[in-house]
């Protein structure tokens, strides 16, 4: 089967390939001409080599994650298993946001920050699929933890500002997981950077 | 009908008149000029726009071949912005709404300037790159308001070229000269912080790195290694939230839109996804009384919404996704 592609994402091409005998997605992070040639060069390897590590150290978390066949740092590829489903982005749900909290618990558990926790990289399998690990990073931090759940309570709060209230069953979630002290503790870190925003404080 | 739009945010003291075709009859501005190596001072910026204030007013009168009587309403930027400087533009404009009897409308700032870059571009629904000395912000229009997508997490881009440049010795705003400098440079580039989390983005340890390069390095190497990294961010940013949100026309707003290597980066990101760029005039990039004056046009057309004299006010701190956006579906 001859690749084809799926998606033009932000950082890389994502195209629909086989891998024995299976379907399989390739994700290549192609270079940016805009860029300055060893700036791209270091963006994309490192990405890709984060990616690839994170995918795999997540599942050991609990997270489930594609699984990878195959990585290229020269190219800056990596094939993975094909997921079926639908983006949680454009099917997004009370249950599954709660599902979402808990998966980024069991991440934060393990002192992985996801760097990029967006509601279209999830996937809606029979279980959650979480992609996309390329600005994964390991700290143990509250401010690094609470920079993840700002992100995607960015995230409910412009792009998804029609399903309402959406936020709360994610940090039920989040709770389910982390305990009530804990997640109290990282919303309050979450206040702390929204107050650090420009023009937030009212005076 | 016909607007008089005073702006005062920071630097600049401008007055415009604007009809409600979005035809901009004059645009009269007075830059506050900071000495060598220094930035802004709110005191010495707003005894800048005390003294010019008559001055740019009448001219801008004068330019549009109008007098107060033609003038209908009154827009003022009420924030956010520097304190002292934003007292002056609303006490100018109280003066002359108390005088002549015409309603006030207090604007935010960086919302004139979405407003005034999707009339003057005709874009209709454009994700928004906003830059400049007070935002660094991704913005795409939704349920009633411009919502933020990704913005910095410190300092704004053209911060960080402000307070770079003051390093060099430069007065603010230093965004072209350092655009001038990065041209002499022969393309070499010096290792710099690439900082990302998820679609926001950070400058401030960019700015101090940068800063340490400039006591060992060629100084144009130095500002062509920091325009480079600077912009990447942002056009990895923008990338994100097109990619996100899907949109198939992007803007690019604000002071630092004026350099023409960000346009070019963005340019190249934008043809990647198929978007269609709208990049602001020149003229109207930086901040001026246009602005103000469109969007306080179309917030009175839409719900006839002004202040009283006495109630009218100004915020320092005045988020842009905050504010109701009435007039645009």
């Not at chain 1, 932000?10 to 001409?33: C, F, H, M, N």
């Not at chain 2, 930035?39 to 010495?44: A, Q």
């Not at chain 2, 997508?149 to 603010?172: H, K, M, N, P, Y």
């Not at chain 2, 006591?215 to 996100?244: G, H, I």
Request: charged share 20%; aromatic share 8%.
């Amino acid at each position: 089967m001859h690749p084809t592609l799926v998606k033009r994402g932000a950082e890389a091409d994502i195209y629909l390939t086989e891998w024995g005998g299976k379907k399989a997605i390739s994700k290549v992070r192609t270079p940016k001409q805009y860029r300055h040639q060893a700036l791209d060069a270091t963006i994309r390897k490192h990405r890709t080599m984060a990616e690839a590590s994170f995918m795999s150290a997540a599942k050991s978390a609990g997270v489930m994650t594609p699984f990878v066949h195959f990585v290229d740092l020269v190219d800056a590829e990596i094939i993975m298993e094909f997921i079926e489903g639908d983006s949680v982005r454009d099917a997004l749900t009370p249950e599954l946001c709660y599902e979402m909290g808990c998966y980024a618990a069991m991440l934060h558990a393990s002192n992985i920050i996801h760097g990029d926790l967006t509601t279209s990289n999830f996937i809606k399998n029979k279980k959650l699929v979480l992609l996309d690990f390329g600005l994964s990073y390991y700290s143990e931090r509250t401010e690094d933890v609470a920079t993840d759940i700002r992100l995607i309570k960015e995230v409910f709060t412009s792009a998804h500002i029609a399903v309402r209230k959406t936020f709360p069953n994610f940090v039920e979630g989040y709770a389910s997981i982390a305990g009530k002290k804990r997640t109290d503790k990282i919303l309050e870190n979450v206040k702390e950077i929204e107050q650090r925003g420009r023009y937030a404080r009212v005076t | 009908m016909l607007c008089l739009g005073i702006e005062s945010t920071a630097h600049t003291f401008g007055c415009s008149m604007v009809n409600s075709k979005g035809s901009v009859l004059s645009d009269v501005r007075d830059i506050y000029k900071a000495p060598e190596g220094e930035g802004i001072h709110p005191r010495e910026a707003s005894r800048h726009h005390m003294e010019i204030s008559s001055i740019v007013l009448q001219q801008s009168l004068q330019s549009a071949g109008v007098s107060m009587k033609d003038v209908d309403i009154i827009g003022y930027s009420a924030g956010p912005g520097l304190g002292p400087c934003l007292r002056v533009g609303a006490v100018v404009a109280r003066t002359v709404a108390g005088f002549y009897k015409k309603p006030l409308v207090p604007v935010n700032h960086a919302l004139g300037h979405l407003e005034l870059g999707t009339v003057l571009t005709g874009a209709s629904d454009p994700l928004v790159l906003l830059v400049s000395g007070g935002h660094t912000m991704t913005l795409a229009f939704s349920h009633g308001r411009w919502r933020v997508f990704g913005e910095t997490l410190d300092i704004t881009v053209g911060q960080l070229l402000d307070q770079f440049g003051r390093a060099l010795g430069f007065a603010s705003p230093c965004g072209g000269r350092i655009e001038q400098l990065a041209i002499q440079s022969a393309g070499k580039y010096l290792q710099l912080p690439y900082v990302i989390k998820g679609n926001d983005v950070s400058f401030s340890g960019l700015l101090t790195a940068a800063i340490k390069l400039t006591e060992k390095f060629y100084t144009p190497d130095v500002c062509y290694s920091l325009q480079e990294t600077a912009f990447a961010m942002l056009a990895e940013a923008v990338e994100r939230a097109l990619s996100f949100s899907g949109k198939r026309e992007m803007m690019i707003v604000g002071g630092v839109a004026a350099n023409r290597r960000l346009a070019k980066i963005l340019e190249a990101s934008c043809s990647r996804h198929g978007t269609k760029l709208f990049v602001c005039p020149l003229k109207f990039a930086g901040d001026n009384g246009s602005q103000i004056a469109w969007t306080a046009l179309q917030e009175y057309q839409d719900s006839k919404t002004h202040v009283r004299v006495e109630d009218s006010f100004i915020k320092q701190s005045w988020r842009l996704d905050t504010v109701d956006v009435s007039w645009r579906r």
